[in-house]
């Protein structure tokens, strides 16, 4: 095997890790293909034909997912025109920030001097390990713990549409990245003045059902001679690691609206009907 080969797979490696976009589709063949272990969590296992659409539709979104890039630790030369790799993933998605490894194996074809297919083998039970739902799920209610809006925005999915009971202030449909910012914003500019810091953990419980979470929470406040503790239900539906819906069930939204109402006392506009 000509050294120039195994030089090539090194690049290829190093532009991954640099983020060297055209410096990796410089290593790939025009009519390049790459076949991904099927189990890799978010439904990118399979074929993926060209280095563009693979940059696209894999590599890209798995990175923006679990933070993960493959670290090599052996480079072997197999059976003329192929490079077999072996090392480990090593992520830190940013959802739950907990990092995790696992194993690879790549084969790469080659063909005048460039990779013309990529076979990835890795250990798929890892990945999923590292990203489950019901822990997506968990950092969106640390974030709003800690009204860390980054936090919550790093869960959500840019195109998440949120829905809570339109006759609380800050109700209604809320889409994309502006509207979560803005639905944050309100929930907060309505409870915070009510709230201790204890108030603010809502003491959630998680159901996993599969591509949905059931988060079944608390929503306190205080004023005066006023103690408001009131169970909610949330639906969290996830694809691809992320939240893309989230909707809100309160048990008594005349309650919430009452509690609101009084401690406005006339010094603030009244809550809308």
């Not at 090194?10 to 990796?24: C, E, I, N, S």
């Not at 272990?37 to 060209?50: F, L, N």
């Not at 103690?227 to 893309?244: H, I, W, Y």
Request: glycine share 10%; net charge negative.
């Amino acid at each position: 095997m000509p050294e120039s080969s195994i030089a090539l797979v090194h690049r290829f490696y190093d532009a991954m890790q640099a983020g060297d976009v055209a410096g990796l589709l410089a290593t790939l063949a025009p009519d390049f293909a790459g076949h991904v272990s099927e189990g890799i969590p978010g439904g990118y296992g399979g074929t993926h034909a060209g280095g563009e659409h693979m940059l696209r539709n894999c590599w890209a979104p798995i990175y923006r997912t679990f933070g993960a890039l493959p670290y090599p630790s052996r480079y072997l030369a197999a059976e003329p025109g192929h490079v077999i790799v072996t090392g480990e993933y090593r992520g830190t998605p940013p959802a739950t920030r907990r990092q995790f490894t696992a194993a690879f194996a790549h084969v790469h074809r080659l063909d005048e001097n460039k990779i013309a297919e990529l076979h990835q083998i890795t250990d798929t039970c890892q990945w999923a390990r590292a990203l489950s739902n019901i822990d997506v799920a968990k950092a969106v209610f640390d974030a709003v713990r800690a009204r860390d809006l980054d936090a919550l925005l790093r869960v959500y999915s840019d195109d998440i549409v949120i829905r809570d009971d339109p006759r609380l202030p800050y109700g209604g449909e809320y889409q994309g990245r502006d509207g979560a910012i803005r639905h944050a914003a309100g929930f907060a500019g309505t409870w915070d003045p009510h709230q201790s810091p204890g108030d603010r953990d809502p003491a959630e419980v998680l159901l996993d059902a599969g591509t949905q979470i059931v988060a079944v929470w608390q929503l306190r406040a205080s004023h005066r001679h006023q103690r408001l503790d009131q169970t909610t239900v949330s639906l969290l539906n996830f694809e691809n690691g992320r939240v893309v819906s989230l909707e809100m069930f309160h048990r008594d939204t005349g309650e919430l609206r009452a509690f609101l109402n009084e401690s406005a006392a006339g010094a603030q506009t009244p809550v809308r009907s």
